[in-house]
Nanobody
Framework: QVQLVESGGGLVQAGGSLRLSCVAS????????MAWYRQAPGKEREWVAS???????YYADSAKGRFTISRDSAKNTVYLQMNSLKPEDTAVYYC?????WGQGTQVTVSS
């Protein structure tokens, strides 16, 4: 059973930081691309960041310079460190891996 469980969301003021976590189970974590997406109400889900098995990371323009994706293979966990948060970052953030989605964690950034 593949499962991805996100945590770490919450309410933060603009300029603040959050670190999201995604614990994966049911597949060989290190063999797969892991990614973070987000979705605001009424909008399509959009890609935010990816971590490739070879160590390369990629970011959407909206995240570049502010967000960092990382992995801890021993913990089967992917992180998204989000700094300098903006109100437009408000969304449900989803972890993706093994063609699966987590349940999402809400991030709300107030101004």
């Amino acid at each position: 059973q593949v499962q991805l469980v996100e945590s770490g969301g919450g309410l933060v003021q603009a300029g603040g930081s959050l670190r999201l976590s995604c614990v994966a189970s049911g597949f060989t974590f290190s063999n797969y691309l892991m990614a973070w997406y987000r979705q605001a109400p009424g909008k399509e889900r959009e890609w935010v960041a990816s971590s490739h098995s070879g160590g390369n990371t990629y970011y959407a323009d909206s995240a570049k310079g502010r967000f960092t994706i990382s992995r801890d293979s021993a913990k089967n966990t992917v992180y998204l460190q989000m700094n300098s948060l903006k109100p437009e970052d408000t969304a449900v953030y989803y972890c993706r891996g093994y063609n699966s989605w987590g349940q999402g964690t809400q991030v709300t950034v107030s101004s």
